[in-house]
């Protein structure tokens, strides 16, 4: 038997009828929708059956993505305490408050003698800035670093405390002992905490862990025993191990890290649990940060 062979023909899609009422709309979407009439942005990928942004609308989303990462980085720096216990120049503590309240950092550091003048600064929203203009609910807030090398006398310590205190803290972190906290009992340790936490009064106290000579193991002891000193919270090296160890064993205490030198040490220490980070470099820090995020969005 001969057999036949037939050629396979692709059918072929039968025209679409529209109604007299669908049929302008759709003359519409396609001639807004044609090459010639919208150029698709860098940003938009339409495959088979996506949507293309407008002009228009690639622009707002362009600008949600400015807005957003702006919003991120506004975020990391108010985790940020600017350190300036080590500025002794006039001229340079200025520079550094008025850079901490431009950029909207959490906080300040510095020693009790330095509290009057950077107080004042605060107040008035940094040297170089406009009065009246600055939100003194966002400004950032003023911390006294007491206890000096953590090696003087809980009675000097106290009198520091209620100095720092008098003159305008709003909260203290405070330098223990290392000699008693390593070689000591912790009815040692709590006889020299307790006065100076008495002493601040309601002011937050956290306890500098931060000292090289303390091995994990102390440090996580000392965030132990600062919780049962009803201390607010705790300061540990820029450790993203060490930050973390303490955050999963601190309970209610406030865990914070010190010593950022960049933004991706910062965002490691943000990873690993720390609430806020103590750095000197948050100029250098906070440009960084504005250059990954123009980076990111093409700029």
């Known amino acids: ?129 406009q009065h009246g203009t600055q939100n003194t609910a966002d400004a950032p807030r003023l911390f006294a670093l007491v206890g000096g090398t953590g090696e003087t006398l809980p009675a000097v310590k106290k009198y520091e405390v209620k100095k720092a205190v008098r003159l305008g803290a709003d909260a203290l972190v405070f330098v223990p002992s290392v000699l008693l906290f390593r070689g000591g009992t912790v009815q040692a340790v709590r006889r020299e905490w307790r006065p100076v936490l008495r002493a601040a009064g309601r002011k937050e106290v956290f306890v500098a862990l931060t000292d090289p000579r303390l091995k994990r193991e102390e440090v996580l002891s000392g965030a132990r025993a600062a919780e049962k000193a009803r201390a607010f919270g705790v300061v540990v090296r820029g450790e993203p191990e060490t930050a973390a160890a303490v955050a999963k064993a601190a309970g209610r205490l406030a865990v914070c890290a010190d010593g950022a030198e960049n933004g991706g040490q910062l965002d490691l220490l943000l990873k690993a649990g720390a609430g806020h980070v103590f750095t000197a470099q948050t100029g250098r820090i906070a440009k960084e940060l504005a250059r990954q995020a123009g980076e990111s969005l093409g700029g």
Request: aromatic content about 6%; some cysteine.
């Open 1 to 129: 038997m001969k057999l036949l062979s037939f050629k396979k023909r692709e059918p072929q899609p039968a025209a679409p009828v529209l109604s007299e009422e669908l049929a302008p709309e759709a003359t519409s979407f396609a001639t807004a929708c044609s090459p010639s009439a919208v150029a698709a942005p860098a940003e938009a990928f339409a495959g088979e059956g996506e949507r293309v942004l407008s002009a228009e609308e690639a622009a707002q989303y362009r600008e949600f993505l400015r807005w957003k990462r702006k919003e991120e980085l506004s975020f990391m720096l108010r985790r940020l305490i600017a350190d300036l216990t080590s500025v002794s120049d006039g001229a340079c503590l200025c520079a550094g408050v008025e850079d901490a309240v431009r950029l909207g950092v959490s906080g300040v550091l510095v020693t009790p003698d330095k509290l009057p003048p950077v107080r004042k600064l605060l107040k008035e929203g940094g040297k170089g800035a």
